[in-house]
């Protein structure tokens, strides 16, 4: 029976066009309840605390205490054969605020970031602002490009040994339209200096193709492919440089073998009307959210719009999860199940669980996610 199935078998059923049951599977990066870790198994926890990839071991445990069929994340180490390509990090702390400055030293000249983080994180001088940092950050996208493969899938095989039958691993992943770009400068840098933009562009675009390659021989199951909705782009603006690239990394992952969960938690209304999504074909999508956090009318007008074949994830409010009670939880996956009804669709989030999310309501998104369409 599906139910008996681990979750990397029900995955894999239900990318294949089968029924494995009802699934859930919130959005998840690290350890969110409102109990200390844990590790939960008798197995030894393969990265502890203070190890680089504990939020994996977070991950995996959170998935076995809470029930869910989980796409874990986890970032594959590629760093530069030429230490050079490499950021320089000076940080200082002043009450409550850290900052820290980054200096590359290309041939060039330099390239400098300052970041400034208090609970949230701002750029108070960026990578890029002005053309010849262009021509700088283009030479390290190319010199980034030349890593160690060898060593980055020996990596990976150790992350997804790890995570077996728990769940599908993936990697966050996005448009190759340029490295660190200034993205509040964007705009203005691209009428100013489009030759220089679009040197960039070819140097990230290479980039990508190189690092999906290297994602599937280390065994990353998909790509965790986040794309800016029209808060902060638009549709002309993904015609000229998204979605050729898109469209090209897509076919290239897919005869690799792997699968693409698309995420945009913003709003995606046009997008999905002007039939991107459907055009693109993502394997997944993931949220369709609606107002306040998002612009569409409805989940199930979303999901009438969407070819059958794309499977949707979502769509709670983190913070029906994280301050609502059980029966809150309860209703507003309820909810969801009806208007998805006849789709394919695996509960989960509107994003990442947030922290100190309780226990109770995790496990009370799972009983009645898979309650609800029995």
């Known amino acids: 029976m599906a139910d008996e199935l681990p979750a990397r078998r029900k995955w894999e059923l239900l990318l294949a066009g089968g029924d494995p049951g009802p699934m859930v599977s919130p959005l998840c990066d690290d350890w969110s309840l409102d109990v200390p870790y844990h590790w939960p198994l008798a197995e030894p926890d393969p990265f502890p605390p203070g190890h680089p990839k504990h939020t994996l071991s977070q991950q995996m445990a959170m998935a076995e205490i809470c029930g869910w069929e989980p796409t874990f994340l986890c970032t594959l180490d590629m760093p530069p054969r030429d230490p050079q390509a490499l950021p320089r990090m000076v940080t200082s702390h002043e009450a409550d605020v850290t900052r820290t400055t980054s200096v590359i030293h290309t041939p060039y000249g330099e390239l400098t970031s300052i970041t400034e983080t208090l609970s949230t994180s701002r750029a108070l001088k960026p990578w890029i602002e002005t053309e010849a940092d262009f021509h700088r950050m283009s030479w390290v996208a190319r010199r980034i490009a030349d890593y160690d493969e060898d060593a980055a899938v020996e990596q990976g095989r150790v992350l997804r040994a790890a995570v077996g039958d728990r769940g599908m691993l993936g990697t966050w992943f996005g448009p190759p339209i340029g490295y660190n770009l200034n993205r509040d400068a964007m705009f203005y840098h691209l009428a100013d200096w489009p030759e220089a933009f679009e040197e960039l562009h070819q140097a990230t675009r290479a980039l ?17 492919y986040c794309v800016d909705a029209t808060e902060w782009i638009s ?12 469209r090209r990394l897509f076919a290239r ?4 073998g792997g699968f693409v969960l698309w995420h945009s938690c913003g709003k995606v209304a046009t997008f999905l009307a002007q039939g991107f999504y459907n055009d693109l074909a993502p394997d997944v999508l993931e949220t369709l959210s609606e107002a306040p956090l998002g612009d569409l009318p409805s989940l199930r007008w979303a999901r009438d719009r969407l070819d059958r074949k794309i499977i949707t994830k979502g769509n709670i409010g983190l913070d029906i999860l994280l ?15 009806g208007e998805t009804a006849g789709y394919r669709h695996v509960v989960g989030l509107s994003d990442d669980i947030l922290k100190g999310t309780p226990l109770r309501n995790a496990r009370a998104l799972v009983e009645e996610s898979r309650a609800s369409i029995r």
């Open 208 to 224: 990508a193709f190189r690092q999906i390659e290297t994602l599937r021989k280390a065994g990353f199951d998909y790509l965790f």
């Open 235 to 246: 549709p002309d603006f993904f015609r000229r440089w998204i979605l050729e690239d898109t």
């Open 253 to 256: 992952w897919h005869e690799l």
């Open 323 to 337: 301050g609502g009670t059980e029966e809150e939880v309860r209703r507003e996956v309820s909810r969801v199940r």
